[in-house]
């Protein structure tokens, strides 16, 4: 049994994990995969942990944002195929073919320079090819394409196993189905050049719950999986757990009169006599300073309103209002305590952001404790 040092603790609930997944796979097709999306250590979660999980619940296909989590899923056990989505695979080809990762190859350069190097080292490797369909980001735009597609078909150490594009917002109905467009009249490219590829991939978490794209084999869910629905329309096909809360503890309780200022800077002074708690968590464990004079915490399962800046390690909040708060009672920063509760959503929306930055700004300082992962 693992013990902590710290007072600030990330648990992860672990059935609600499983329920997510499940959900999602009720939304799929008879012949379509899923590709579940674990970069940014799984949005935060952890991700080898996350990933055993899900491949014990049946997922066959897992992506990664670079080489290195790629590796670190390898050394936990984790044996299922393993997309890099990032595509920045750099001078890495060997530990790519070493851990059996798949890259993204999303520009010409890239594709000429790995083909190369499989040539001299006489080994082969598979890809997926990524295409650009107005996202102006990654991948090879279309009219690059037509002029690069038979070079692309025609190596015979880097085989194009999958082909894939990324949505700008797949909540407009009308931008998506433009991408869709271009993204058809890329596969139509590569199929006159002879590709047919494995896998074809379009839909993210939005696209996946709401069932569009069908005729692509592939999806790849992401933020749902953690509990957090894009859109609140979700709410109409799953019901989804969020699988992160985030606790402290008061480490001091201050008396003081009103007029008392608090923080650094001096953006929050007392209007009254008031008790300020203290919980030692800061914009260092990825409390964003943001949340200063904005957010709310919860404590004997009561809102109290976070006070003055939020500092490195420490953060203040007022309790007068809560009754006897002392030094040990648990805060909760994310997720439930009595009959409230606190989301993602809400602290992005406190901190002008989106709950993805919320999850994946969590520090690795932060332990991460695994609950319930019976089934």
Known sequence: MSSWTRSTTVTIDCKALRHNFRQIVARLHPDQNILSVVKSNAYGHGGPQVARILVEEGCSFLGVGTIDE????????????ILVLL??????????????????????????????????NNKKSSF???????????GFLPDELLSKASVLSRSSVLKIQGVMSHLIDATDVERTGSQQEAFDHCLQILRKNGVQPQ?????????TIEDR?????????GIVLYGVLPHPRLQEFVSLKPIMTWKTKVINVK????????????????????????????????????????????????KAPVVGIVCMDLTMVDVTEIGSVSIGDEVVLLGGQGSETLLAEEMA?????????????????VPRIYQDEVH
């Open 70 to 81: 790629g590796r670190a899923l390898r050394e936990a056990g984790v044996r299922v195929p």
């Open 87 to 120: 595509g920045d695979i750099g001078g890495g080809y060997q530990e790519l073919l070493h851990h059996q990762l798949i890259p993204v190859i999303q520009d010409f350069d890239t594709f000429c320079k790995f083909e190369n190097w499989l040539n001299q």
């Open 128 to 138: 997926h090819l990524k295409v650009d369909t107005g996202m102006t980001r990654l």
């Open 199 to 207: 896998f074809i991939h379009l839909a993210n978490s939005v696209a």
């Open 213 to 221: 794209f069908s005729q692509y084999n592939m999806v790849r869910p």
């Open 255 to 302: 008396e003081v009169p009103a007029g008392t200022v608090v923080s650094y800077n001096a953006t929050f002074k007392t209007r009254r006599p008031s008790r300020i708690a203290v919980l030692p968590v800061g914009y260092a464990d990825g409390y964003p300073r943001r949340l200063s004079n904005r957010a709310h915490v919860l404590i004997r399962g009561r």
């Open 349 to 365: 929306q406190w901190a002008d952001t989106i709950p993805y930055e919320i999850l994946t700004g969590v520090a690795l300082r």
